[in-house]
């Protein structure tokens, strides 16, 4: 046996300690062997030199928060009368033998201590048991708590609620401690939050506290697992205090991802605290952390998955997504609206349309007209498919408009280029040759060929600025009746088969815009009408107050715009898609145009059919005594003013009802 009681100076002491019958082991604070007799190598197979200095390797791994709890217990128990404070604990338990075998034991340890009281650690005398009736009871008592034990951290397991969680555990303290009240305190930042609590008052749920100077932040400390704490005047200041006949916490530390996340307490105002409740609530605790993960993580997951379904609802684009059978299992309301087919009717079933490779884009038209972009992705982890699809029927449309803007303009441009360069080579090379007359007349038809390019090039430039929305007007008050008749006093000449009639309310108000974008406006209307009534007739233009707008109408005898087709003519490029009124040239932009700058005014401008707008609107008369009247125009007497000749109109227009009528209206400054 070699020298290793260093605070054994007793011969006698030391022969005890030799000759003992029992194992003694002594370990100090730090729990390294300072002790280890003869009976103790006998009993667990180690030599002295093999562990002085070391920690034991007895402890098994599930009884290390008992071994903890006996100590903890130890260093705050006050002995009764007659007795050292710290006492004496015993158990009965099982520590291992080198061989790799349990022994079952019964340790009664206590306090070491040098003659002056300094705490040196703890010894502990281990004695052999075999058929100990209070050792079986106690053994029996232990499994049944461990089964109970079990039993909780299974049911914990199984709830992923973090609140439900949380209040089961605190509840099972109670129930495995006996103690008087329980609670869960969460470690945010430097501060401490009661979360979930049984036995203590509702009103405390929620209140919070400073970690640093707290019992948890002694525990983070001290780099146990495991406190207890007795003292009025250690909890006095709690928040726990509220219990009456509190007199002792025990607090154990729960982990979530290797780092603290909380502290559980158990509180006790009656019985006292033994080492079984420090170990079932150390216990409880690192149970907790795991349970606590769990529903931490679902938690989270939970909020992913509703985040991904809000960001997958709200998408403009249409989503599903297939399984691993390519079957749909999330149909979003945009791929309703796109589709025009109802989750009810898409989930479950294969996706309603083809879907591309991986990574590549299928571009295809829908039964409805609807033109589709799609992409498919898989998700790797879940072997799933997303399928994205959008509406590109505005962009394809406005791809065609391009391509047949550039088909028609290259057409108008050509027509007047070829004239110009024909007749510049004419009189080029046959100067001497022509008569004057055919000279001026060469001239003559250059000028207005350059003429029309530089209408066609200011159409363009015109349509650039208003598809960028640069175009600029001046809002001021100006005489719509000047405009008026200026406009049309241009356009009477440019006919021999139409006439133009002008009506202005004599009472009509100033107008509030841009007098030069209006005249651009009234100019193109006029345009449209002559060249849409290629037969002739008359052109009817009108100004009336109604209310506070004023309406101007230009009314045509032409052959009239499609069904359906009277908010379109207001598109860009759409003239070239109108069926026959393609003959009359041009190259879509002129009532874009009139659009964009009536707005810009913050007027609008709306086309119907000539004889159904005259028929419901009223429209100011002007009897022969020369005063104004105003009344309906009724459908009777619009038919018969339209029906001077069979299927003609007055001078030789569309056909009776046909025509195309040209409702602008303006805001009045009046």
Known sequence: MTDVYEHVHD??????????????????????????????????????????????????????????????????????????????????????????RLIDVRIDTSLLKDPNGTLLGWVGVYH?????????????????????????????????????????????????????????????????????????????????????????????RSGKTVKLATGERRLGDLIWSELPGLHTIALGLSYLQNRPYGALYALFSGRKVGHTELELLELLAGHAGVAVGN???????????????????????GIAVLDRDLVVRHWNHAAHTLTGIPPEDALGR?????MPALGEMLTFRLGSGTWLNVLAAEIEETGELVVDFRDVSEAKALEEAKDLFLATTSHELRTPITVVQGFASTLVNRWDELTDTDRRAAVATIAERAQSLGRLVEHLL?????????????????????????????????????????????????????????DIVLGQLLENAFKYSPDGGTVRVGARREGTDIVVTVSDEGIGIPLGDHERIFERFVQGDAGD??????????????????????????AHPAGRETSHIESPQKPLNGTMTTEPINAERTTRLLSVTAGRGPAGGARAGEGTCMRLVLRSAG
């Open 11 to 100: 011969p006698i002491a030391r022969a005890v300690i030799e000759s003992a019958a029992d194992a003694i082991v002594a370990v100090d604070q730090r729990h390294r062997v300072t002790v280890w007799n003869p009976a103790a190598e006998r009993m667990f197979g180690w030599s002295a030199a093999e562990v002085i200095g070391r920690v034991p390797p007895i402890v098994p791994d599930e009884l290390k928060a008992e071994h903890n709890a006996v100590q903890e217990r130890l260093l705050t128990r006050r002995g009764g009368e007659g007795e050292a404070d710290g006492g004496q604990i015993s158990i009965a338990t099982r520590r291992f033998h080198r061989g790799g």
């Open 128 to 220: 052999p048991v075999e058929d100990d009736e209070l050792l079986q009871h106690r053994m029996t008592e232990r499994a049944r708590l461990v089964r109970r034990l079990n039993d909780i951290v299974a049911d914990l397991g199984a709830e992923l609620d973090l609140a439900v969680v949380l209040d089961r555990i605190t509840a099972a303290l109670i129930e495995l401690t006996g103690a008087d009240a329980c609670g869960f305190v969460k470690i945010e930042g430097e501060r401490l939050r009661l979360v979930s609590m049984s036995g203590l008052p509702e009103r405390m749920r929620g209140r919070s506290a400073e970690l640093r100077p707290s019992l948890v932040g002694e525990l983070l």
């Open 295 to 317: 529903a931490v993580a679902y938690a989270e997951v939970v909020r992913q998955r509703a985040h991904e379904r809000a960001v997958i609802d709200s998408s403009a684009d």
């Open 462 to 518: 015109l349509g650039s600025r208003a598809g960028a929305d640069e175009l600029a007007v001046a809002i001021e008050s100006f005489d719509l009746s000047r405009v008026l008749e200026g406009v049309v006093a241009g356009f009477r000449s440019l006919s021999p088969l139409h006439r133009v009639e002008l009506e202005i309310d004599p009472e009509l108000p100033p107008c509030r815009g841009d007098a030069m974008a209006t």
């Open 581 to 606: 009124r393609r003959r009359f040239g041009g190259i879509g932009l002129g009532l874009y145009i009139v659009k964009r700058l009536t707005e810009a005014q913050g007027g609008t401008i709306s």
């Open 350 to 354: 294969p996706l309603p349309f083809d």
